[in-house]
């Protein structure tokens, strides 16, 4: 049976620290399976290796089922992996349910489905599907697109446009036309009515921008989705292998924005009286987008809209459960209570939470179970360090140096009794596939590991290391003999997107009183271990039904 709500309760066991429990999560470090394109094996990692060997560790998994996704094949995200560090178990995540929805027909009988297609219907207007057109199973699937589509078509749905984004970071990085050539052909199959392409373009130039890092992203997609501004082409397979031939080297991420039009005109901009639907099941990149659908006229200033088509609106999810955004959508997320976060605040410890930009939601929205605000204004503090709005190769430090004076200071403050923070250079930067980026990103992080662990020494805390998936530990493409696959130049592949290997688990605890066994920690254990591991490394009692720790207390 499932603890409820109530202050944990001390371990009279438990000999306390001088200083706080730091829980740093280096987003998308992992350990390779590969010699070749492991960009952390290859970068000279002083400090890690030596905490390392100063501290009991072991691997733990951070994909798959062990995150709540549908099959071991699926790489882990972030969003899935800092809800499974933050509440402590594992919840059925967006992939999974979207697929459950949709192969029960649950989704269809919904009233939002419902009320979707009659609109359309009804004023024989057109029905548009905006989002990922990939099978990288992070933030949507073509699957789950495919089958609204065959139930549109079921529904009587006449017209039908689908402006598709191009992925190359949840997938091969130029795999595109792998998934546009078929989909057209999918499309092209219901030869009965009038269902296209209408425009699209890559995920990290347009549409996709997140925690208000680049809202001109959002602006390129509003153009090209809404008003059907943008280079115009015949077809999506036209506008890519235009843009590759012109632009040496571009990667799907990074395409530019197409509108796919005949004689000169747009054939799909969306208009009063359409439904649209963004079908992307995850959270942080649907939110913007979503936000230029839904604010009334007058209340809206991140850019000129031109236009606000009066449409019926919604979301795969509700991506935000406070703030029920969107106001329409087709499956109901996972209910995640009981967040280790809320049972310390009731518990009385005093925490703060940091990151820069790109990973700032990680640490508080999803780390709480998908909660936005605090769950105690006095004892929580939230702190956002802005990202730099450039490619990420280009400052593949980012912000970690930045992070790590903040998180010095406050623990040289003494007033925190728990801190966590993400460094998100493993997976910013592992995401454009620049290989020296990468050894940059991660030499700059170490820098940092050894700034914490001379601040840990001083305030006599403890220290806890780990990842929230792979991903800078896999940055070539491999066959499956296992060897490098090569370009046409003879270099190897760049990879983009996560892995699906372990990630660490470090605990240095320069004061140990002998609570717990420090000479070895549990095996085949999840990320989401970390909850009951850190409850316990601060003197409390886990609750019962949390994932089992990752220390053995004596």
């Not at 004689?263 to 208009?271: L, M, S, Y």
């Not at 009385?348 to 179970?369: C, D, P």
């Not at 400052?395 to 623990?411: L, S």
């Not at 499956?480 to 003879?490: F, P, T």
Request: charged fraction near 25%; glycine fraction near 10%; include cysteine.
């Amino acid at each position: 049976m499932a603890d409820t709500m109530h202050p944990l309760q001390k371990n009279p066991n438990w000999k306390g620290r001088r200083g706080p429990v730091v829980f740093v999560i280096m987003d998308g470090v992992g350990y390779g399976k590969y010699e070749d394109g492991d960009a952390v094996k290859a970068s000279r990692m002083k400090w890690l290796d030596t905490l390392k060997s100063l501290s009991p560790q072991t691997k733990l998994k951070a994909h798959g089922t062990a995150v709540g996704l549908p099959s071991d094949a699926d790489m882990g995200n972030s969003e899935v992996g800092h809800n499974a560090m933050g509440c402590g178990r594992v919840f059925a995540q967006g992939a999974k349910l979207v697929s459950n929805a949709i192969s029960s027909g649950d989704m269809f009988k919904g009233d939002t489905w419902k009320k979707l297609v009659s609109n359309v219907n009804t004023k024989n207007s057109t029905f548009h599907f905006i989002g990922l057109l990939s099978d990288g199973n992070v933030h949507s699937h073509i699957d789950h697109l495919k089958a609204m589509i065959e139930q549109a078509h079921k529904d009587g749905i006449k017209k039908l446009r689908v402006h598709a984004l191009l992925d190359g970071r949840d997938v091969e990085p130029t795999s595109a036309l792998d998934y546009f050539k078929p989909f057209q052909d999918f499309l092209a199959s219901f030869n009965d009515v009038d269902y296209s392409i209408a425009s699209g373009g890559g995920r990290m130039f347009m549409t996709m921008d997140r925690y208000n890092a680049d809202w001109s992203m959002v602006e390129r997609g509003w153009k090209a989705h809404v008003l059907g501004e943008g280079r115009q082409f015949a077809s999506a397979t036209e506008a890519i292998e235009t843009y590759r031939k012109e632009i040496p080297g571009i990667l799907d991420q990074d395409m530019h924005e197409f509108v796919i039009a005949k004689d000169g005109k747009p054939i799909g901009t969306i208009e009063d009286g359409d439904s649209v639907v963004f079908y992307n099941f995850r959270g942080d990149r649907a939110l913007e987008i979503t936000n230029a659908f839904e604010t009334p006229d007058g209340q809206f200033n991140h850019f000129d809209r031109k236009r606000l088509p009066k449409v019926e609106y919604a979301g795969m999810m509700e991506y935000d459960g406070d703030l029920h955004i969107p106001h329409q959508f087709l499956v109901t997320p996972p209910a995640i209570d009981r967040v280790m976060g809320e049972y310390l605040t009731q518990s009385g410890v005093r925490l703060l939470a940091i990151s820069e930009t790109q990973k700032y939601g990680h640490v508080t929205y999803f780390f709480n179970g998908n909660k936005l605000g605090k769950f105690d204004e006095k004892l929580e503090d939230y702190e956002e360090v802005k990202s730099d709005v450039v490619p990420f190769e280009q400052r593949p430090w980012m912000k970690c140096a930045e992070i790590t004076d903040r998180v010095i200071e406050a623990i040289q403050s003494g007033k925190y009794d728990h801190i966590r923070l993400n460094y998100p250079n493993g997976d910013m930067v592992g995401h454009t596939g620049v290989f020296n980026a990468v050894v940059c990103s991660m030499e700059a992080m170490d820098l940092q590991l050894g700034r914490l662990k001379k601040a840990i020494d001083e305030a006599g805390g403890i220290l806890c290391i780990t990842a929230d998936h792979g991903n800078s530990d896999d940055m070539y493409e491999h066959g499956k003999d296992g060897k490098v696959k090569l370009d046409k130049n003879g270099e190897p592949m760049a990879k983009t997107s996560h892995s699906l290997n372990p990630v660490p688990c470090v605990i240095y605890d320069p004061e140990f009183k002998g609570e717990y066994d420090n000479t070895k920690l549990n095996d085949g254990l999840g990320i989401s271990s970390w909850s009951a591991t850190l409850i316990e490394l601060m003197g409390f009692m886990p609750p019962s039904d949390y994932d089992k720790s990752i220390i053995n207390l004596k």
